[in-house]
C-alpha cells in the first residue's frame, strides 16, 4: 500500500521579510541584548570570558615554559621568570573560581591550575636539575 501525503503545513507559515539595509543585524541586537540583561554578579564573581581569558594566558605561559624546559640549552635560572609567570597566571585564576561552580569550564579551570602547580613545584623541588 502506498502513502501519499499531499498535506503540505507549508504554506500556513508566514513569509520571511526582504531584509532591510537599514536593519540591524543579528550581532548588534545580540550584543545589545546580552549587554542590557547582564545578570548581576556578586562582588569576586567574574564571567566566562574574564575567566577563560585568565585560563589562556595559564596555559600560554605553560606551554612557553614547556617549550623552553625541552630546549637544552635553556639554563634553569633562565627559567625562573617563566615558572613565576605560570605561578602568577595559576593565583589569578585561584582567585576567580567560586568552590560552588560545578560547570565544565570551572572544571576545565581547576585542572589547568593542578598542571601548574604540579610545574611549579617539580621546578623548587629540582626535579629538573
Given at each position: ?21 537599514t ?23 567574574v ?10 594566558l ?5 606551554d ?45 579551570v ?20
Open positions: 500500500m502506498k502513502i501519499n501525503n499531499t498535506y503540505n503545513p507549508y504554506h500556513l507559515l508566514p513569509s520571511r521579510p526582504k531584509s532591510d539595509a536593519a540591524p543585524g543579528f550581532k548588534e541586537i545580540f550584543h545589545r541584548t546580552v549587554t542590557e540583561t547582564a545578570s548581576p554578579r556578586a562582588p569576586g564573581e564571567g566566562n570570558a574574564e575567566l577563560m581569558e585568565k585560563s589562556r595559564l596555559l600560554d605561559a605553560l612557553d615554559y614547556g617549550h623552553r624546559l625541552a630546549d637544552r640549552g635553556t639554563s634553569l635560572r633562565e627559567l625562573s621568570p617563566l615558572v613565576q609567570q605560570v605561578e602568577q597566571a595559576a593565583s589569578r585564576l585561584e582567585s576567580c573560581l567560586l568552590p560552588e561552580d560545578k560547570s565544565e569550564l570551572a572544571g576545565f581547576r585542572n589547568a591550575r593542578i598542571a601548574a602547580k604540579v610545574a611549579v613545584m617539580k621546578y623548587q623541588r629540582g626535579d629538573f636539575v
